[in-house]
């Protein structure tokens, strides 16, 4: 029943893309929409995108209520990135088809481009968050915030634009062609930044140093998490690299839980608890946090 969904994640590395010659020794091989996607893969990340964004729009009266009643300049941001990054998601989740069709190809790339580059502001812009105390509202720390997080997006944005517009390397596209050393190359020193920096912070908070970090057992969750999904993806592209289904076949399914399992998952570990309609909840919930994590057993000597 899921043929189509398998098909994709087994999605061959020699698969010509729309924005390269679709001819290998003289036989036309371009993909069409029906090739590389279908209804269950299509489902699979349009379905949780649409449920987060059904989501949103719900509690959107009460979210703004609260933050309008709480002055979180950085909160207020950090909201107003969810909901451009979910809107971008789900875009990018409802136009696969543009990959497979050589008319769209600068399209898509640029969708892409701009919702990967959303979604990565996230992420480094919540680490940012809360190593400052994400529940502040200093209008210094939000451009703090916002200046460390838009540097690292910036560069690694251009970075990505240069590659693919530049030297035509097809970083987001289904098939790779004859680059697909580069192509993964590339990915695997992408995913493994991000995930040494994921490793840095575990590291930190094992370490002496861990009175520096927030004493929120929420964030160490999130960031195991995240530490193991780039480190499997890094894993993957690794694979890849050399040749090997696997590694495609596992590389596109982390993709896909990215795009449909990543915003709700943020939302639910971080913002949820402070769009509670009642603050002594959150408190509740900080002191909870605050005792699991130890913080309270020298009242006890």
């Known amino acids: ?26 036989e036309d ?7 590389c996607h279908g ?20 509690h959107a009266k009460k979210n703004l209520k609260k933050l309008s009643n709480g002055s979180s300049y950085i909160m207020i941001s950090y909201y107003a990135l969810v909901w451009v990054a979910a809107l971008l998601n789900l875009a990018w989740c409802a136009l696969q088809g543009w990959q497979c069709s ?11 481009l701009f919702t990967a580059s959303a979604m990565m502001c996230l992420e480094i812009s919540l680490v ?65 930044l991000l995930t040494a920096v994921y490793g840095f912070i575990l590291f930190v908070h094992f370490s002496k140093w861990r009175e520096k970090l927030p004493p929120r057992p929420a ?18 592209c690794g694979l890849a690299g050399i040749g090997a289904g696997f590694g495609i076949w596992l590389y596109n399914l982390t993709e896909i839980c990215y795009h449909a399992l990543y915003l709700p998952f943020l939302y639910v570990t971080f913002l949820a608890d402070f769009f509670q309609e009642e603050q002594f909840l959150l408190d509740n919930a900080y002191y909870s946090e605050m005792k699991d994590a130890g913080f309270f057993d020298a009242d006890w000597d």
């Open 219 to 236: 964030f160490y969750n999130y960031i195991v998490v995240m530490f193991v999904f780039g480190a499997v993806t890094m894993f993957a």
């Open 39 to 58: 209804l269950w893969y299509d489902a699979v990340l349009v379905v949780p995108s649409v449920v987060f964004l059904v989501y949103l729009a719900f």
């Open 29 to 35: 091989r371009r993909l069409s929409s029906s090739d």
């Open 128 to 192: 940012a968050f809360l190593l400052q105390d994400n529940y502040s509202s200093g209008v210094e720390a939000l451009a703090q915030t916002s200046l460390f997080s838009g540097i690292v997006v910036s560069v690694d944005t251009l970075l990505k634009a240069i590659y693919v517009f530049g030297f035509g390397v097809p970083l987001f596209m289904v098939g790779v062609g004859g680059t697909t050393g580069v192509k993964w190359g590339l990915w695997f020193f992408h995913k493994s």
């Open 102 to 112: 050589g008319g769209k190809a600068v399209a898509w790339n640029l969708l892409t």
């Open 1 to 26: 029943m899921a043929t189509n969904l398998v098909q994709h994640l087994n999605a061959s590395v020699n698969a010509p893309i729309p924005s390269l010659p679709a001819t290998v020794d003289g």
